[in-house]
């Protein structure tokens, strides 16, 4: 059964602070992603990686940065959290093979205070 | 610029009842996904279709594919409470690794 993990269901945080999100998926899958979805926005992609330590920004990464300096693990930072970063952080994975699936975490709910 | 417009964005029926939920693009994908997404939680996937007019079912849910690959819609037969949720449709971007997601159905369902 496929599984993606994120560290924490929900996080709250103050304005200034470092925020880090983990994604950890056990398929072995190649691509990795970070999304946010707000209400009436949809799933905005923040960044992606293809292969372990390659990255690419994707629509909304001003703000954000990422690690994946393993396969199965891809990081979010946040580095100056700040009150509009508040929003659903939703990690996904997919295969470079087969029906190019992508399978999705649990999300995390950032509060910013 | 690949894009996926589904209809309609909202949905109030109540429990029994049919409904159907369509997925639309002006372009051709590879493969298209359904997934159902509940507050709080992240989205599940439902089925992914691959071949144009394929038709795939799981329990009451019926998905197909256009002929031409553009499109797909989501039929539910005697829909239950539990069947409330965001269902979104997402495809494989041509030629990248992203994908393209509509904007979601959200329905929900009565007792």
């Known amino acids: 059964d496929v599984k993606v993990t994120q560290s924490s269901r929900y996080l709250v945080k103050r304005t200034g602070e470092k925020v880090f999100l983990e994604c950890v998926q056990d398929m072995d899958h190649e691509n990795m992603f970070w999304y946010r979805q707000d209400p009436g926005l949809g799933l905005r992609l923040i960044y992606f990686?293809?292969?372990?330590?390659?990255?690419e920004k994707g629509d909304i990464p001003e703000g954000y940065s990422v690690s994946r300096e393993k396969k199965e693990r891809f990081s979010l930072i946040l580095e100056s959290a700040s009150t509009n970063q508040t929003s659903m952080y939703l990690c996904?994975?997919?295969?470079?093979?087969?029906?190019?699936?992508?399978?999705f975490g649990p999300g995390t709910r950032l509060l910013v205070l | 610029t690949q894009l996926l417009e589904q209809s309609p964005q909202f949905l109030s029926i109540q429990e029994g009842e049919n409904l159907t939920v369509y997925c639309n693009s002006s372009s051709v994908f590879s493969s298209l996904q359904w997934y159902r997404q509940e507050p709080g939680e992240g989205p599940v996937l439902l089925v992914t279709?691959?071949?144009?007019?394929e038709v795939k079912k799981l329990k009451r849910l019926t998905f197909q594919f256009g002929d031409a690959r553009k499109d797909s819609s989501l039929h539910i037969t005697a829909a239950q409470p539990g069947d409330t949720g965001l269902y979104l449709c997402?495809?494989?971007?041509?030629?990248?690794?992203?994908?393209?997601f509509g904007t979601g159905t959200r329905l929900k369902v009565l007792a």
């Open positions: 996904a994975s997919s295969s470079r093979r087969g029906q190019e699936t992508q399978y």
């Open positions: 279709v691959v071949t144009g007019g």
């Open positions: 990686s293809y292969d372990v330590k390659m990255k």
């Open positions: 997402a495809g494989p971007h041509s030629g990248t690794y992203k994908y393209i």
